[in-house]
């Protein structure tokens, strides 16, 4: 079966469901998105795009944008990032504040929400929040190509309003002397980057560069050495759906990133770069339909790292 048939027929059978799960509700901004809508698209190794549903309808990646400041960081800091955070799964929700007790203040890993708050501090590196944010930004435009790329400011005030979680966990890492600025600073540039919104296609090709060894297979640009991107698929099979993370890993078999926005990028190394988007999330926070398309998507392909 052809890439695009395939694609199709995952938007007419489980793009259509009935049982999309909820969407986002803790974020009222979120919380209006309209649950019946998908997309998936896939960026291939050889350069071939292939999209299905509302491929070209922005959504806010919120965590996915994890994936991307914690390669910036690991640029900027190399292997000084682990001892900002560590790099086990944390079988907790993503915004879980109990194992930072337990760990003197020190996150898990990079993607749940602690660690992408100390991996937000470690980038800023003396500089403003817009700055930081314009590099973020910068970078994500030149991975995906697209210069329109940018944030969602009435997204990330309506998190900034309810961010109550957030500012406990930088204050209680704060705490135990972890982060190295303001925190009001360090949740700005958190809430921002969460808030950047981007379409199925710019988040694929966005993604080419974990397919490829750490260069865009297409472009040829090197982003970053075979073994950064090694690691960071490593995180992102271990840890990228947060407590939800072994079971991705089980119906899935790719490394993926998921946010409460509904997107999922799955990188499937040495042949593509997935995204995909249905706003509805499972009860751990990861688009319920979204996995459910690339669990199809692999056992058509046969794209699982464990085989086919
Ligand atoms: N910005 C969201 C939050 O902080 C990100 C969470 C997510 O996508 N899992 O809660």
């Known amino acids: 079966m052809y890439m695009q048939e395939i694609l199709d027929e995952i938007v007419a059978t489980i793009g259509q469901s ?3 799960g909820q969407v986002a509700n803790y974020i009222p901004q979120l919380a209006c998105i ?5 997309a998936i698209s896939v960026a291939m190794a050889d350069g071939r795009v292939f999209h299905a549903g509302l491929s070209d309808t922005l959504f806010s990646i919120q965590s996915i944008s994890k994936m991307f400041t914690l390669t910036i960081a690991l640029g900027k800091l190399g292997d000084a990032v682990w001892n900002k955070v560590g790099r086990e799964p944390s079988g907790d929700p ?3 504040i109990v194992q930072l007790e337990h760990e003197n203040g020190k996150p898990r890993n990079p993607f749940i929400n602690a660690g992408a708050i100390a991996i937000a501090d470690a980038i800023m590196m003396g500089h403003q929040p817009k700055e930081t944010l314009a590099e973020i930004l910068n970078f994500v435009r030149f991975l995906a190509e697209d210069d329109s790329i940018s944030i969602d400011e009435t997204v990330a005030q309506s998190e900034l309003k309810t961010g109550d979680r957030n500012a406990s966990l930088a204050h209680f890492m704060a705490s135990f002397g972890h982060i190295n600025h303001p925190v009001d600073h360090v949740l700005g540039t958190y809430f921002h980057h969460c808030s950047i919104a981007m379409n199925c296609q710019q988040l694929a090709k966005a993604g080419l560069f974990l397919v490829a060894d750490g260069m865009d297979p297409v472009s ?3 982003v970053v050495s075979s073994q950064r991107a090694r690691r960071i698929n490593s995180l992102m099979l271990m840890c990228g759906h947060y407590d939800g993370s072994g079971e991705f890993a089980f119906r899935v078999g790719l490394p ?3 946010g409460v926005g509904g997107g999922i990028l799955a990188i499937a190394p040495g042949k593509a770069s997935i995204a995909v988007w249905s706003p509805g999330l499972d009860e751990v926070g990861n688009s319920k339909l979204g996995t459910q ?4 998507l692999v ?3 046969g794209w699982s790292i464990f085989g086919h």
Do not use: C, I, V
């Open 18 to 20: 009935d049982d999309r």
């Open 34 to 38: 309209d649950p019946n809508q998908f």
């Open 94 to 96: 993503f915004n879980s």
């Open 220 to 222: 040829k640009k090197r």
């Open 256 to 258: 993926g990133k998921s």
């Open 293 to 296: 398309a690339l669990e199809k």
């Open 299 to 301: 056992q058509q392909t």
